[in-house]
């Protein structure tokens, strides 16, 4: 089967999940079937043989695509329809986005799948469109059937392994963020994750703790203000020597490698996978992880980590305790990494789902 990864362009630079997931499986998959990827004419990429580079898009892709940017590659897939079979969708689900793709299906006379990239704000039947939908946990599959939206497949969201980060790499980007000595980070979102104000508490009450790096994409226009409104409670606690901010760093993966731990205390998910790549890149790199207690965290972090309520005395007590027990997690996050967050794993579960939607199609609809 032919199957056209309908996505943002899987071009440099790689900080989006948007990005990282489907390219983990086009790179994984076996070959069995013939898959085509949206990139740009320079940056074509270098992909396995089965693989073919589709030069559609003009940018290097925001993190919400503009109305133009959507048309634009709207038609230019509508025009290469007889060149695939099956369309792949990965997006977060909202009205536009999946209007604007059941009628790219539609006119292209052709099936498809979504994977749901992370939860809508409100799951509802009304935004399932494609023969088969993939979720990254069951958490979110739970949601979509109370709202009486019928799934079909969890497919936990996978990155590509690498060779750990060298210490040059690590150095870099310890520079890069300004940052010395001992740290723990938080690569969160300024404007949507949340939980800053946790850790805030506790820093302001422990003085023995490393720094505290927190770090956020900018995603929209407004991600310049919450960053702002942050340093601007740092500063009033006080807190500025110990606590640091830095927007998009240039190699993450090596930054999260240099930190003594992960911390991911979010009150959301929003605009993030269900398990945030972040996370992925701690466990490659045996780093352990501290989550708060959101449902889809507590599905996945397992022995990876610790997943906790947002109260400051337990992410104190987890924070004391990782000289102890952070190694044991990081081996364990690792071992979770191979097998139940491989590419390979990951690449296995679609192109047995591509033989399913090529058999016997479903039509969406409601849960019963």
Known sequence: MRVLLVTKPLVAPWNDSGK??????????SGRHAIQVLVTADQPGEWPAHVEPVPLHHGRGRHRPGADE???????????RATFDLLHFFFQPHPPAVRAARILARA????????????PREPSASLLFAQRTVTLTQATARAFARSGGLTHAVIPPAIEDMPPADPARIAAARTHAGIDGAFVIYPG???????????????????????LLVSGRAKTARAAGARAALEAE?????????????????????????????LFPARSLHAKTDLPLVVLEAWRERRPVLASDLPELVETIGSGGRTLPLEPDAWLAALRALPAEGAAMGAAGRAAFETRYSAAAAAAAYEALYDDVGVSPSVPGRST
């Open 189 to 211: 979102d300024f404007e949507f994750s949340g939980g800053h104000d946790v850790l805030f508490d506790v820093w302001e009450a422990a003085a023995d703790l490393p720094v």
């Open 108 to 119: 292209c006379g052709r099936r498809s799948i979504h994977t749901v990239l992370s939860a």
């Open 20 to 29: 990282l997931v489907p390219r983990a499986l086009a790179r994984a998959s």
């Open 234 to 262: 740092v500063a009033r606690r006080g807190l500025a020597a110990r606590i640091r901010f830095a927007d998009t760093v240039p190699d993450m993966p090596a930054l999260i490698a240099g930190a003594e731990a992960l």
């Open 70 to 80: 959507h048309l634009r590659m709207m038609w230019g897939v509508w025009r290469r």
